[in-house]
């Protein structure tokens, strides 16, 4: 069983459908109403939210909502007792992974900007409140695509924590990601020291690049991911 077959697929996706809801399904109701105790705050504190200070704070609960799920969702999977089950699942490596991949990178950010913007809706249509304005999508086709491709890496990262660490792995990630970058941040501040000063200014026509190195910065993690269920020892 190691050729990637999508009537598994299927059955394996409904399987996990309603594990998600029991998992998540609170979850996703909190993300949702975020937003109401912003609205009930610029009432206690008397300040209003435009348009786009709140498309920002929705993006910031959906990177938040996508960090979590994993550990919600699939924490056991690669514990040595409870992992045993998921291991038995009748579906190669490949399935399960794509399962994963939909419930943590796709359907769980849908489900909480869908409805972070419906309360933000709701509250903006009350006659009282500090709501300004409706939230709109970006209208830059590259900007989109960096949110998109953003949320996509957040995603990645997070679910091959999910498979590495054993316990408190959402936190355990985070603290990693903060000691890669602060020794990344070292290391290139060292080295651009000892060179001549350049302007590396990213101009507007190079935004693709950006994007280039979060798409596959997303699929090597995505990758890793997939080979944790595939080699996954219990």
Known sequence: MNKFNFNRFIDILKKEWSEYFRAYGISLIVWSCIPVLLWIATLVFDNQFDADSRGVF???????AMMNVPEKVYG?????REGVAYSMLPATAGE???SMMIYCSIVTPVLVFAGCMLMDFLMYLMPFGGFVGTIAFPSDFWEMIFIVLSMLVVSSVFMFGNMIFKKRKAGKTIAWIFLIVFVLVNVIS????????????IQPNDEWIINLVLAMIAAGFYFGTYRKIKTQKY
Do not use: A, R, T
């Open 58 to 64: 929705v993006c910031w609960i959906v990177f938040l």
């Open 76 to 80: 056991k999977v690669n514990l040595q």
């Open 96 to 98: 399960k992974f794509f």
């Open 190 to 201: 060292l080295i651009f020291n000892d060179l001549v000063s350049v302007d590396f200014e």
